[in-house]
């Protein structure tokens, strides 16, 4: 019998339709011998579908006419305990349940899909699921997060400023002032939890950096400046596993058209069209594999790359992104993506792993967390309230009076 596996893309972050691109892909190379893709799109409006239709790229094109054809569902457990799409609305009569699902298998990039908020809904119904957990995923979002915790286990990132958007409406001259006296500039500015290079901007003096700053804040409430490194080589590395073991991807050096790389060169390159008229996602963007780095720098990134995605507690596939100062000849760690933009694939062909490989060993790997987790106890058997005298019900810890 073959393994169900619900494939949740979509969303409502701005990456939506990067994470239908990405989600086709992997369900296309998936082992049909082996898993069942079950198909699960999240709308804009935060309505949830199924249906053989999603899985044709073409009639994304027209969405409205596509969903008026899929089947909306919920996803919820039965009376006996196994995940369900159960039809939205529950008709009185007939059939309730249109599938059910053995494991999950998240491709939402961004907000809502890659920040821990779906991994934590799967941890509540029990049901297994590839990729990061709930607190590997949220401090891989967080920018902030994630360089304080790497930072506080030696590795190198980019010194930072962060602050909240209301420190900025109340006193962003403070902020401004602490910005020049640390770095000077030119600086770039991020929104703190997004990905794709939606709302980053850079500044080269006070009235740039008030504007960018407003422009992240349209997209976060959390902001983070960084000095601008302006001779420099962005390149990326994929990781494979979990807490045990990890494997690192060949390098590749993303080439760029502006001095950030952007949205439009991440998704909107000079790339063909793969089959279904769907745009190749990451897989599009202008590069070189391998990056043209020495042996040692590539170890060395490598090896950033797997103490990267341990320390952060990762599992299943990520990407992280590095940038080299060529002036300083230094490397960096910029960011981690937890589902990256096309799984990163193309990382992992090269070294002789395909993408239906890939996708297997990412939801092996969901299966042993699974088992790895039953033996941890989450839970006693007891019953409190049954030992609670009448003074303990009035609030007292103890039960009896001091």
Not at 49 to 60: A, R, V
Not at 199 to 204: C, F, K, R, S, V
Not at 244 to 263: N, P
């Amino acid at each position: 019998m073959r393994t169900r596996v619900g494939v949740f893309f979509g969303g409502i972050s701005v990456e939506h339709e990067v994470s239908v691109i990405s989600a086709l892909q992997a369900m296309k190379a998936m082992d049909d011998q082996q898993y069942e893709p079950i198909p699960i799109f999240i709308s804009k409006d935060r309505s949830w579908y199924t249906g053989e239709e999603l899985l044709d790229i073409e009639q994304y094109k027209e969405l409205d006419k596509l969903l008026e054809k899929a089947q909306k569902v919920t996803v919820t457990r039965d009376d006996s305990g196994k995940v369900v799409l159960q039809k939205d609305p529950v008709p009185k009569f007939g059939k309730k349940f249109v599938a059910e699902i053995d494991l999950a298998f998240p491709i939402l990039h961004g907000t809502f899909g890659e920040d821990g908020a779906i991994q934590g809904f799967f941890e509540l119904l029990d049901l297994p699921y590839v990729g990061c957990d709930v607190a590997s995923s949220a401090a891989g979002m967080d920018k902030v997060m994630m360089k304080q915790i790497l930072r506080d286990s030696k590795l190198p990132v980019l010194d930072y400023v962060w602050f909240y958007s209301n420190h900025w409406v109340d006193d962003s001259e403070e902020i401004i002032d602490m910005t020049e006296e640390k770095f000077g500039y030119p600086v770039i500015v991020k929104p703190a939890n997004l990905g794709s290079s939606v709302g980053i901007g850079t500044a080269e003096n006070r009235e740039e950096l008030e504007e960018a700053v407003e422009e992240a804040m349209g997209f976060a409430v959390k902001i983070v400046i960084e000095p601008m490194v302006e001779d420099m080589t962005e390149v990326n590395c994929s990781v494979v596993g979990d807490f045990e073991e990890v494997e690192a991807s060949v390098i590749e050096e993303v080439l760029k058209t502006e001095e950030i790389l952007s949205y439009q060169d991440k998704y909107g390159g000079s790339g063909s069209k793969s089959d279904g008229g769907a745009a190749k996602g990451m897989e599009n963007t202008d590069r070189v594999i391998p990056a043209p780095l020495s042996d040692d720098r590539t170890i060395e990134v490598q090896e950033l790359a797997k103490d990267t995605f341990q320390i952060l507690g990762c599992s299943g596939v990520s990407r992280i992104d590095f940038i080299i100062d060529k002036t300083k000849d230094k490397v960096y760690i910029n960011e981690i993506n937890t589902i990256p933009g096309s799984l990163s694939f193309y990382l992992w062909d090269p070294a002789g792993k395909n993408y239906t490989e890939l996708t297997h060993q990412l939801i092996q790997l969901a299966l042993k967390r699974k088992r790895d987790r039953e033996k941890i106890t989450f839970s006693i058997d007891s019953n409190l309230f049954s030992l609670q005298s009448a003074q303990g019900m009035k609030g007292s810890k103890n039960g009896s009076k001091q």
